[in-house]
Nanobody, 122 residues
Framework: QVQLVESGGGLVQPGGSLRLSCAAS????????MGWYRQAPGKQRESVAA???????NYADSVKGRFTIAGDNAKHTVYLQMNSLKPEDTAVYYC????????????????WGQGTQVTVSS
């Protein structure tokens, strides 16, 4: 079993910054990619940013130039640096680990963190 633990959410004023962290633990042989999703009240969950084990990244258009994702493969950890935050960034942010294998014979599974609240408000 694999667990994802997120940290770093909170309340910040518009224009401020926050850094989210997510660490995966448990029986892990490989992870194809890790990323962040968010869900605002009344809206569907959307992808924010992702990074592959090879270091390739992608971002939602709404956060390009403001958010930066980084990963540490050895620690199975992913970070999301969020700058120039806007009220519309307010949401619960979820960490995702994509296609995790516990061994070479294991069937890949996706895992989710419990979510961390980010609120951007003056």
């Amino acid at each position: 079993q694999v667990q994802l633990v997120e940290s770093g959410g909170g309340l910040v004023q518009p224009g401020g910054s926050l850094r989210l962290s997510c660490a995966a633990s448990g029986s892990i042989f490989s992870i194809v990619a890790m990323g962040w999703y968010r869900q605002a009240p009344g809206k569907q969950r959307e992808s924010v940013a992702a990074i592959t084990s090879g270091g390739s990244t992608n971002y939602a258009d709404s956060v390009k130039g403001r958010f930066t994702i980084a990963g540490d493969n050895a620690k199975h950890t992913v970070y999301l640096q969020m700058n120039s935050l806007k009220p519309e960034d307010t949401a619960v942010y979820y960490c995702n680990a994509d296609r995790v294998r516990s061994s070479t014979k294991d069937y890949p599974r996706d895992y989710w963190g419990q979510g961390t609240q980010v609120t951007v408000s003056s």
